[in-house]
């Protein structure tokens, strides 16, 4: 299976993103850092990216990154455990 990174930009404070975190705990994402997400499956990063944009607003910005060599530091989840 193949890993994913998902890095955003919320552009509205006060906004409710709850939905996109639901969204992509749903995909079976693990938050690496407070905007930095890490999935592991089957998806092209586009059908990724494409499922994510309806939980995000029009202003906001999504990132989604086939992961190749990696490493971390201080990371809030085991990158290894995905």
Do not use: C
Request: hydrophobic share 45%.
């Amino acid at each position: 299976m193949k890993r994913f990174i998902v890095s955003y930009d919320l552009r509205q404070p006060g906004q409710n993103y709850q939905p996109l975190f639901d969204a992509l705990v749903a995909l079976g994402a693990k938050r690496a850092l407070l905007s930095l997400w890490v999935l592991r499956g089957d998806y092209k990063a586009t059908a990724i990216r494409d499922h994510l944009s309806r939980y995000i607003d029009q202003n906001d910005r999504v990132i989604v990154t086939e992961m190749g060599d990696w490493a971390t530091y201080g990371s809030m989840v085991d990158i290894n455990t995905i």
